[in-house]
């Protein structure tokens, strides 16, 4: 049974600085293209940030680059989202994918979709 548990969400002022970690088991980590995803109330889901599995290729949605920072470690199944500069606009509950996918970005913004869900942790920016 495959089971993803995020953490690390809290909140924090505009300018401030989290990391979110995320765990997986069942399933061979190590192989598997890993993401964050945000949602806020009557929005869909955003794809933010993917990282194949072997850290050798990174998505970010424009509205992070620069800011946000995808990583893994693989010995320790865990996925990291360091999230630097944060925004009022960065307040979402953040969710942790396995097989994190993006394509089609040649004609707009990347399609981003995700497997297995987390529960999800929320991040909330104060201004």
């Known amino acids: 049974q495959v089971q ?9 002022q ?3 600085s989290l990391r979110l970690s995320c765990t997986a ?19 869909e889901r955003e794809g933010v940030s993917c990282i194949s599995w072997s850290s050798g290729s990174t998505y970010y949605a424009d509205s992070v680059k620069g800011r946000f ?11 990291y989202l360091q999230m630097n500069s944060l925004k009022p606009e960065d307040t979402a509950m953040y ?3 396995a097989e994190c996918i993006w394509y ?19 991040v909330t920016v104060s201004s």
């Open 14 to 16: 505009a300018g401030g």
């Open 104 to 122: 089609d970005c040649s004609s707009g913004p990347c399609r981003v979709e995700g497997a297995y869900w987390g529960q999800g942790t929320q």
């Open 25 to 43: 088991s069942g399933l061979p980590f190590d192989v598997y293209s890993m993401g964050w995803f945000r949602q806020v109330p009557g929005k």
């Open 95 to 97: 969710y942790c994918a």
């Open 4 to 12: 993803v548990v995020e953490s690390g969400g809290g909140l924090v």
């Open 69 to 79: 920072t995808i990583s893994r470690d693989n010995a320790k199944n865990t996925l």
